[in-house]
Structure formats: structure tokens, C-alpha cells
């Protein structure tokens, strides 16, 4: 126990009763005088402290601050959507100005479709609605990945282009800046990820100001604007760098490019049906009047825009040029006849940078969103599904976050180039949700279902023809790169779900036969490297778990003084020690022994490792190398159990322990599970029983489902509401280790996987070994099961 940390209070246990199950419930609350590490200190003063699952209900947002986070991607286009497709324009014909306008209402037109269809979705899913969920429930796996691959590409370019345009509303302000735009945009995005991190309702109080800021600065731009066209005309915008106009004619091709470049106006429209639990009750009318406010939002700030730079002669600036964008454009020439900077101006554009950067929080809620439903249907990596200590999918966050940086660097911050690989992935995920849905209403065949399906159908038609355009005109300017992520990220998919459906099928194929061998022999085998406290630990741990004779296993040194025969014989008594000749190296020396012995479901090998450290350190760890090598390959034997016993003096006090407890670690069923509750028979132990740390409600209730095990092996479940297995699982064993004559045997059942399929799994067994390996009168023994 740390120095000035007071002993846990024994927890109250009360007994829970599912059908055929005997088990306990308990909670362990915090360690308190816990020394914090570091690490675990500047974690918390960026982030704050963890919350507790039961906290869930209080980061749900209200519509006033639901706003701002899901909407700001949507609203916050209107800076860069006319821009971009006037950039497509100007380029092709210097007369090609006011067709701005007209493709600014088909866009209108668009975007009010999908709200619309968007709306149904949100009505008919309550949960988190999105395409793919949609397209899962209606259109198959298949539909369903190629809908979350194509979302989770464009969540990353949204952060890419938001925070871009961020910087290019900066520089807007400070044209000297535009040699730092790649180390602000990186900074910016650092922020950002700290603010979500922080939880979702932290992130609501701090981008509703920006969001709302924004929509009032553009309206009041719009409204001095058309005053100012209305009263004396309107005044020409001032570009000091414009686009080179070309002089040809204005053909379809152009018209469709600039209406796709355009589109992104339509970015964002999903996030809401994305996020529809974040919502408070009742969320899914909250979760439609917010998609309603903000379609209609947008509509009104992204025509007003386009009819002003229409009419004011605004000009976009070239890729990678410094100039101001068309939004500062009109700005500038609606507060001020002679286009000064005056402060209503800044006020604008100070807003305009603000709501750019935090549009990549729609995408730091969508992404790990997905990500944690799809790791939950088991198509993504399960990590993705963990909460963080703020109640966030921190995981996905982070991965966002390293994603759109990769982005952000290899296009330099440029605006223009990032939206050419824009809108194609959104638009595929909109169309299979729409057909989805228009599927749903028809096979539901409730009242008004043929006015629901015929919207949706006429939305997934209209997205499909974007997506098509949108594919066919920008190709070549990197949509290729997109299309190709999109299949690549399906193919990952399929190979994940392959693989954890083989894991389920086999653990559970497995189960009943493992179960039904047993408990049975347990023989033990100590590698003794030299005879000092731990080695001593170790042989007396032996003989208490051993059910028949125990042995030693030692590999002479060249130089070897130490009369160690004898002081085996103190120790261990008649047990024998056997000197092994050298063969390879010393690990390997002990695996050939450990082959020639006898194993099965029934008869268990333990190898007791002991380890001897002066100070609590990794380090220390490390430079045992033929410990370390041996508890590594150890785990590729079936039937082989690896106990280490470390020994740390300076934690040592009083006489050694006389008995042995033993909990078993569980987290469900299966093959593992049942292959260590026989180990745990097998070592004629009195006090066994399983132990488990359920991270939420959902945890325990698949807990209850699957634990099959007999009457007379208990199990004990701790609560563990802040996701943390480090605090309640010390708490406990602390709480063991009160009768200073106990030694704690964790029995730990791990599954071990080969290559790259290791990265599929939570580490809470490496996570386990490290919070265990200092723990004075503790012994972690790992049961492996094989799936190589």
C-alpha cells in the first residue's frame, strides 16, 4: 500500500439472483492518499477528472446548445460553399458570375430535400440514426460499410477543410500570417481535440457563442448589404488578388463542377441523426426541430451570400494565394462604402475564424459516434466503443484528430485543394440512407407511408445525381484517392468482422467441452535462477497450489559459487531441483523441459516465475531478460500457466504469508474463461471464486448472460462506473490483503493472438500485469488460450 494511502472499507456485498447464477454485487469506491502519477496529473488538468457512467444523463444537451455543436459544420459552409463554386466559374468565364446564383438555389433546393428526408430518419431511428444504421437495418452489411466508410473519410476532411478555412478567414484579417498557416491550422486543431476531450457538454458551453456570434455577424452582413444594393446600388467588392477569368464558354461540364464544388454546403446535414442520444428527452422531437432550425439557418445565410457576391462583383482568390476570401469580400463592402476595415468587419471575420474551427466539432461527435457503434456491431476495432474518463469516445477523438493533421500537412492548410477531395463521400452516405429509409416506409406500410418513402426516394435520387457529378467532374483532382479509401476501409471491415465472429464461434464451441473436463492436476514447475527472497516466495507459493510433487528447474552459470542444492533443500524440502544443460538460450532451455510434461484440459503446468526488484520501476522489468523472454513464450503453450511472483524488499514487513486466496478474473463466458475457472479448481485453494469489473450496464448485463459457471464457484462483480480497472481491482485486493497472512492469486484468463489481430483487442491484461507487478503479496498468473 503507498505510504499516507488509508485501507479501502470492506464493500458491502448484496446478492443478485439471474436464473442459475450465484453471485455478489458490489461497489469499491476511489483509492484515497493514492500518490498521482505525473502523467495521470497533466491528463487531468487538460481534461478534467473522470466522470462516472452514472453522469451520463447530465452531459445531454438541449436544443440551445445542440445547435451549435452538431450544426456548426452546416452552417459554418456558407464561408467557403459560394466561394468555391465561384472560384470554378470565374476560372472558366469572366461572364459566368451570375450563374452563381441560380446553382445557389439548386443547392437551397438540396439541402432543404435532405433536412427533410433527414427529419423522417430521425423520427423512424430514435436511437443514433445515421446511414449507416439505416442502411445496416435495410440494405445489408454490405451497403452499411460502404456508407460508414464514406462518412468516416469525409468527417476527416470536414476537420481538414473547416480548420483550413479557419485560417484562411485569419488571414483575412493578417495577411502576414499566411507563412505560419500550417503550424496555426496544427495548433488550432491541438484545442480543439483538448475541448472534446473535455466531454460533450463542455464543448457545447464553449462553441455556442462562435456559432450563434456567427449566424448574427452574417445576417447582419446580409441586411447592410441588401440595404446598401437597395439604396445606392451595389458597391464593388475589392480583390488584390483575384482569379485569372478565362474567356471561353460557359459549358455543362463547368456548370455541374462549380454545383459540386458548391455542394458542400450540404456538409454537416447528417450529424444530427448521427447524434440523436446526445439529445435530451424527449430526444428524437428535440433532435428534428434542431435539424429544422439549422437547415433553415443555412438556407438563409448561404443564398443571401451568394445573391451579395453576385451582385457586389465578388472574386474568390486563386489556390494558394493570400488575398481575402469572398465572404471578408462582401463584408468589407457592406459597412463601408470605400471597403475599409471597420470593427463591424472584424467582428465578422473574428466570428468567421471561430465558427471555421469549431465546424470541425460536428466531426469530432460524428466520427467517434460511428466508430463506437460500428466497434459495438463488431465491423470496427473494439477500442473504438470505450468510453474515456469524460464520457467520450476518447479513442475515435484521437484518431480523428491524427487523421485530419495527416491531411492538413500534406495540403498545406490549402483550403481549395482539400474541398477537391470533398462532398463525394457525404453524398454516397446520404443517398444509402434515403433508399434505406424509402425501403423502411415500405415494408413498414404504417399511415402516410407512401408521402414518407416518395420523400426519401426523391431525396436518394438527388443525392445520387450529386455524388455522380460530384465523382465524374473531380476525378482527377483527387476524388480517385477518395473512392479508393472508401474501398479499402470496406475490405478492412469485412476482415474485422471476420474475425471477431470466428473468435465468438470458437470460444464458444469450446466452452461446454472445457467445462466439462473439470477441475484436475495441477503440476508446478519453479525456475530458479539463484536463491534469494523472491526465489523463496516463489517455492513456498509452489507448494501451496501444487497438487502433487513440485520441482525446480535451474540452468547452471559458468561461474556459479552459490551452493544453491542447499539452500533448495532448506526451502523446499524433498521437492527436487533439476539442473538443465544450456541449449539455445535460457528461455528455450525451459521451454523443452516444459514440453515433455504431460497437458490437457485436465492437467494444467504452472511455470512460477520470481522476480526480484530493488525499486518500483519498468525498467527494472525490462533488464530481467530471461524472465521477461519466458513469460512471452510461455503464453504460445496450450495448458501452460505463468505465475510471477516479484518480490520488492522495501514493501515487505512482518512474517510471510500462510494462506492463499485465489480470484478468478472474468469478463464473460467462453472457452478462456472456463479453461482458468478450472485452473482455479485444480489448485485445491479453499477461498476461489471469479471476479469481474463491468465498465457500464451494458458490460454486466452480457456478464449475467454468459457466466455458466457451477453453484459452488461464486462470482463477485465490483462496479466500476468510471471505466478503470486500476482503482477498484487495488481497493479489493487490498481489502484481501488486510489479514496480514494472506497472499493474493489473481487468476487471469487471456486469450493470445497473433500479428496484427492483436491490435483488434483491449490490452487489459498488459494494462492488469502492470498495475500488479509491484503489489507486495500479490501473484498474477496468466492462463492462456491460444487463437494463433
Not at 460553399?81 to 450563374?99: D, P
Not at 454486466?700 to 461464486?714: Q, S, V, Y
Request: proline share 6%; aromatic share 8%.
Amino acid at each position: 500500500m503507498a505510504p499516507g494511502s488509508k485501507p479501502p472499507e470492506p464493500p458491502e456485498f448484496r446478492p443478485a439472483t439471474p436464473t442459475g447464477v450465484a453471485w455478489e454485487v458490489a461497489r469499491l469506491g476511489e483509492l484515497t492518499g493514492e500518490r498521482v502519477p505525473p502523467l495521470t496529473a497533466v491528463k487531468r488538468l487538460l481534461i478534467g477528472r473522470p466522470m462516472s457512467a452514472e453522469q451520463m444523463g447530465e452531459t445531454l444537451l438541449s436544443k440551445t446548445l445542440a445547435l451549435p455543436i452538431f450544426a456548426s459544420d452546416a452552417l459554418s459552409s456558407v464561408a467557403y460553399a459560394t466561394e468555391a463554386a465561384l472560384l470554378v466559374l470565374l476560372a472558366a468565364s469572366a461572364t459566368a458570375r451570375g450563374t452563381v446564383v441560380p446553382i445557389s438555389i439548386a443547392i437551397s433546393v438540396l439541402l432543404v430535400v435532405v433536412a427533410a428526408s433527414y427529419r423522417q430518419t430521425v423520427r423512424a431511428y430514435q436511437g443514433n440514426g445515421g446511414a449507416y444504421v439505416v442502411a445496416r437495418e435495410n440494405l445489408g452489411v454490405m451497403a452499411s460499410l460502404v456508407a460508414a466508410a464514406a462518412l468516416l473519410i469525409d468527417y476527416v476532411l470536414t476537420v481538414a477543410v473547416s480548420i483550413s478555412g479557419g485560417i484562411d478567414a485569419l488571414r483575412s484579417l493578417a495577411p502576414s500570417i499566411n507563412h505560419l498557416r500550417l503550424e496555426l491550422a496544427l495548433g488550432l486543431l491541438a484545442l480543439l481535440v483538448i475541448a472534446n476531450l473535455r466531454g460533450l457538454r463542455e464543448a457545447g458551453l464553449l462553441f455556442a457563442l462562435p456559432t450563434y456570434g456567427f449566424v448574427l455577424s452574417v445576417l447582419a452582413v446580409l441586411g447592410a448589404g441588401a440595404a446598401r444594393c437597395t439604396i445606392d446600388g451595389c458597391p464593388h467588392a475589392y480583390q488584390p488578388q483575384p482569379v485569372k477569368s478565362g474567356m471561353g464558354a460557359l459549358g455543362v461540364f463547368i456548370v455541374l463542377k462549380a454545383f459540386a464544388k458548391g455542394s458542400s454546403a450540404l456538409t454537416g446535414v447528417e450529424a444530427i441523426a448521427n447524434g440523436v442520444n446526445a439529445f435530451r428527452p424527449p430526444q428524437a422531437r428535440n433532435a428534428a426541430r434542431t435539424l429544422v432550425v439549422m437547415a433553415g439557418i443555412a438556407v438563409v445565410l448561404f443564398m443571401g451570400l451568394s445573391l451579395l457576391s453576385s451582385g457586389m462583383h465578388a472574386t474568390p482568390t486563386p489556390e494558394g494565394g493570400s488575398g481575402p476570401t469572398v465572404l471578408a469580400q462582401v463584408a468589407k463592402a457592406a459597412f463601408s462604402p470605400t471597403n475599409a476595415e471597420t470593427v463591424p468587419f472584424w467582428i465578422v471575420q473574428i466570428f468567421t475564424v471561430a465558427i471555421l474551427v469549431l465546424a470541425a466539432n460536428t466531426s469530432f461527435q460524428g466520427f467517434p459516434r460511428l466508430a463506437s457503434i460500428m466497434a459495438r456491431d463488431r465491423v470496427f476495432p473494439t477500442q473504438f466503443s470505450n468510453m474515456g474518463d469524460r464520457l467520450v469516445n476518447s479513442n475515435g477523438i484521437l484518431v480523428l484528430a491524427v487523421l485530419a493533421a495527416a491531411i492538413i500537412v500534406a495540403f498545406d492548410a490549402d483550403t481549395q485543394r482539400i474541398v477537391d477531395l470533398y462532398v463525394v463521400g457525404v453524398f454516397i452516405a446520404f443517398t444509402l440512407s434515403q433508399t434505406g429509409m424509402a425501403l423502411h416506409w415500405r415494408r413498414e406500410r404504417a399511415p402516410g407511408w407512401r408521402r414518407r418513402a416518395t420523400l426519401n426516394g426523391f431525396g436518394a435520387t438527388l443525392t445520387a445525381l450529386v455524388a455522380v457529378v460530384a465523382t465524374v467532374t473531380k476525378f482527377f483532382e483527387g476524388m480517385y484517392a477518395v473512392l479508393i479509401g472508401v474501398i479499402l476501409i470496406v475490405l478492412a471491415c469485412y476482415g474485422i468482422r471476420r474475425h471477431y465472429r470466428r473468435v465468438r464461434r470458437r470460444l464458444e464451441a469450446a466452452a461446454p467441452s472445457i467445462a466439462a473436463a473439470g477441475p484436475g492436476h495441477n503440476e508446478v514447475v519453479v525456475y530458479v535462477e539463484r536463491m534469494d527472497d523472491a526465489t523463496r516466495r516463489a517455492i513456498s507459493y509452489a507448494q501451496a497450489i501444487s497438487s502433487g510433487p513440485m520441482r525446480g528447474v535451474h540452468i547452471p552459470f559458468r561461474r556459479q559459487r552459490e551452493d544453491l542444492g542447499g539452500e533448495w533443500a532448506k526451502a523446499a524440502g524433498e521437492s527436487p531441483l533439476i539442473e538443465l544443460p544450456l541449449v539455445d538460450n535460457r528461455a528455450e532451455t525451459v521451454l523443452e523441459h516444459v514440453w515433455a510434461l504431460h497437458r490437457d484440459e485436465r492437467h494444467f503446468v504452472t511455470v512460477v516465475i520470481p522476480e526480484q526488484f530493488e525499486r518500483r520501476s519498468w525498467t527494472m522489468e525490462l533488464r530481467q531478460g530471461t524472465e521477461l523472454s519466458l513469460k512471452l513464450q510461455l503464453q504460445r503453450e496450450p495448458g501452460v500457466a505463468t505465475a510471477d511472483v516479484p518480490y520488492l524488499a522495501s514493501d515487505e514487513a512482518g512474517q510471510p504469508p500462510t494462506r492463499v486466496v485465489s480470484r478468478v478474473l472474468v469478463s464473460g463466458g467462453g472457452a478462456a474463461t472456463a479453461r482458468a475457472v478450472n485452473y482455479a479448481r485444480a489448485l485445491g485453494i479453499d477461498d476461489v471464486k471469479a471476479l469481474s469489473f463491468p465498465f457500464d450496464r451494458d458490460e454486466r448485463a452480457e456478464l449475467e448472460r454468459g457466466w455458466k459457471a457451477a453453484e459452488d464457484f461464486p462470482l463477485q462483480v465490483i462496479e466500476a462506473p468510471y471505466r478503470d480497472l486500476g482503482a477498484p481491482l487495488l481497493a479489493y485486493i487490498r481489502m484481501l490483503k488486510a489479514d496480514p497472512e494472506v497472499l493474493v492469486s489473481i487468476v487471469m484468463p487471456e486469450v493470445i493472438f497473433g500479428g496484427w489481430r492483436r491490435a483488434l483487442h483491449n490490452q487489459r491484461a498488459f494494462h492488469i500485469r502492470r498495475l500488479l507487478l509491484f503489489e507486495p503479496r500479490v501473484v498474477l498468473t496468466s492462463i492462456p488460450y491460444q487463437m494463433l
